[in-house]
């Protein structure tokens, strides 16, 4: 009985029809599973340890001895006759305890916690990046597959006129008013559009399996893809989408942190020559035979202040190259502006082909849909030849089908101009950051970001 359950319970499984995915579901898959993602995740759980690592450079350490050592015999003294005294035993244990605190005098140890800071807000920023991309990969993908079923619609749509004109051509021929060559000429029609069914088939599938990779889910999880009814409207101009994208391209707040960051290092290293402070204390314990004036335990303190006077010049050169890893951080930071600027009018320009091609497509399916209609009437009436029909069909196809690339085309432009701009709506590409955000990019502006310095 129980594994009639069994059985049942796996048929109607197997029956069950696939869910239906939304662009919002794929999103969010994404962002639990997607692999880029979680290595993004990683850096950042990275440099967030390496910023306790520098601060555990400001606090106190506490180290634990022991020290076990034989000699070869035992030395001993006398004070006179009868009277002698161990002067070093032939063994002794000792142990120590000892507290050390460190004192920043120079900031170089706070500088480098600040640069480990600003390298960590680097890496958070490429999360964020990296996420922006990762939502352009899912929608360019989920769109495919929409794209992908659209052309399969359109394929069996090709596949019932050719059934119907091919039936037709058999009426015909059965009642002698055509040649045999016509109902061949169908047939053919028919068998290519089966084969264009095919074809369209596989690629729906294989685009599937493609949006699930990036999902980061297994390929063969089965779905079914939510339309997107409506376009989005799209009126902004470059100046506005431009300026949207300086301010909320992460890349940009990455390449700003890793300017502070290497400020910072280039300050601490250019200190190399700084006196350093120390403060510890010390407490040990002898166990066993101590020798003559020797102590059980003791507690000693020591202040200990070190100025490096001169290094044959290393502390310079170590200045001196971290201010090229400044500059060349710095050319990127400029590139980058250069190229996000490129990116936002390609991506605009694309979108407003897009719209245009849309236009046009929407206008070729109207009049291919009524040259198609006016085909079919003429051949059925005996006033046209069959290969107005066949033409006529072909043209409709290839409309519907240029239709939907336009269509898609749209869409993918309009996911890539988003991402371009920071990842947000380009219809609301004129709104400012509030100021509790903007105040971390505004410090960083490219005016005021950290020049070559001698």
């Known amino acids: 009985m129980n594994g009639f359950l069994i059985l049942a319970t796996a048929w109607a499984a197997l029956q069950a029809p696939p869910p239906v995915l939304t662009l919002d579901d794929a999103m969010r898959i994404a962002e639990e599973r997607a692999f880029s993602l979680q290595l993004a995740e990683s850096e950042v759980e990275k440099q967030r340890q390496r910023v306790a690592e520098n601060r555990g450079g400001l606090g106190p350490r506490v180290q634990l001895g022991g020290t076990y050592t034989r000699y070869d015999r035992e030395i001993s003294a006398s004070a006179g006759p009868g009277t002698s005294f161990v002067v070093q035993p032939i063994d002794s244990t000792r142990a120590q305890a000892t507290v050390s605190l460190p004192i920043d005098i120079s900031g170089n140890v706070k500088r480098i916690v600040d640069a480990a800071r600003a390298s960590l807000a680097a890496s958070e920023a490429n999360l964020v990046a990296t996420k922006n ?38 009426k015909r021929f059965e009642a002698g008013a055509s040649a045999r060559v016509e109902v061949v000429r169908f047939e053919a029609q028919l068998a290519q559009a089966q084969a264009d069914r095919i074809a369209t088939q596989n690629a729906f599938e294989l685009s599937k399996k493609a949006l699930n990779n990036t999902l980061g889910r297994p390929i063969e999880t089965d779905f079914v893809p939510a339309p997107i009814e409506t376009l989005p409207e799209f009126q902004k101009s470059d100046e506005e989408l431009i300026g949207t994208a300086m301010e909320r391209r992460a890349e940009l707040e990455a390449f ?116 198609y209609r006016l085909a ?61 955000e903007r105040s971390g990019t505004e410090k960083a502006d490219p005016d005021n970001a950290p020049k070559e310095r001698s």
Do not use: C
């Open 133 to 170: 991309d990762l939502m352009r990969d899912v929608q360019r993908d989920y769109l495919n597959v929409l794209q992908a079923q659209s052309l399969v619609e359109v394929a069996e749509q090709d596949v019932r006129n050719s059934e119907e004109q091919l039936a037709d051509a058999r």
């Open 256 to 371: 700003r942190q890793q300017l502070r960051a290497l400020g910072l290092i280039a300050e601490a290293e250019g200190r190399g020559l700084d006196p350093t402070l120390g403060v510890g204390v010390t407490h040990s314990r002898n166990f066993g035979e101590t020798g003559f004036g020797g102590q059980n335990h003791q507690t000693i303190g020591v202040v200990e202040i070190t100025w490096p006077i001169f290094d044959s010049g290393v502390t310079q050169a170590r200045r001196r190259a971290a201010r090229q890893d400044e500059k060349q951080a710095l050319i990127r930071y400029e590139q980058a502006r250069l190229g996000v600027s490129l990116e936002v009018r390609q991506a605009a320009t694309t979108l407003r082909n897009a719209i245009a091609r849309l236009d046009v497509a929407e206008k070729r399916v109207d009049l291919a849909e009524e040259s």
């Open 376 to 436: 079919q009437v003429r051949y059925r009436a005996g006033e046209g030849v069959q290969l107005e029909v066949i033409d006529a069909q072909t043209e409709l196809t290839r409309a519907r089908v240029a239709l939907i690339g336009a269509r898609y085309d749209y869409l993918a432009a309009y996911a890539e101009l988003r991402r371009a701009i920071g990842g947000i709506d380009p219809a609301a590409a004129s709104e400012r950051l509030p100021a509790s």
